[in-house]
């Protein structure tokens, strides 16, 4: 399989396997007009398996965001053909309407308009709670 060479974009690699398509999916990717490569089930020395995301064309994304995902993602900036970035996205803050509240009770059930925003509550063990009713967050 041959996959162009990214002059100026964006890599991210160690996308725990299997878990791409949803990090594509969150990201709108397919909203872009630059080519954008998704590679699944990728040999890794260190995971065994993993996914890798290629996008030819520099965006303004939320990279924390890849950091719920998982901590082991990393990100490449390419500029001029040559990696002159690589970021560890630490864990958000805030994360609104990536993850929803399973408490029925929570006002989030019935006001439907209301973003689902979620707070992180325990940065140790990556737990994070509704900020209206404090349940917590199923990965």
């Known amino acids: 399989m041959i996959i162009g060479t990214i002059i100026n974009g964006i890599v991210i690699d160690h996308i725990p396997a299997g ?3 949803a990090i594509y999916g969150y990201l709108r990717l397919d ?3 630059c080519e954008v490569a998704l590679i699944k089930n990728a040999a890794s ?3 065994g398996k993993k996914d890798i995301i290629k996008i030819n064309g520099i965006l303004c994304l939320d990279f924390d965001i890849l950091g719920y995902w998982d901590p ?4 490449n900036i390419i500029s001029g053909g040559i990696r002159v970035k690589k970021l ?6 805030t994360i609104t309407d990536m993850i929803f509240c ?6 989030t059930s019935t006001e439907q308009e209301l973003p689902h925003v979620f707070r992180l509550s325990d940065r140790e063990n990556g737990v994070y709670r509704c900020i209206y009713c404090g349940t917590r ?3």
């Open 72 to 75: 082991c993602i990393t990100v």
């Open 19 to 21: 878990r791409g398509m």
């Open 45 to 47: 020395k260190k995971y």
């Open 137 to 139: 967050a199923e990965r």
């Open 88 to 93: 560890h996205p630490s864990l958000p803050e």
């Open 102 to 107: 399973k408490n029925p009770r929570c006002i």
């Open 31 to 33: 909203e872009l007009e």
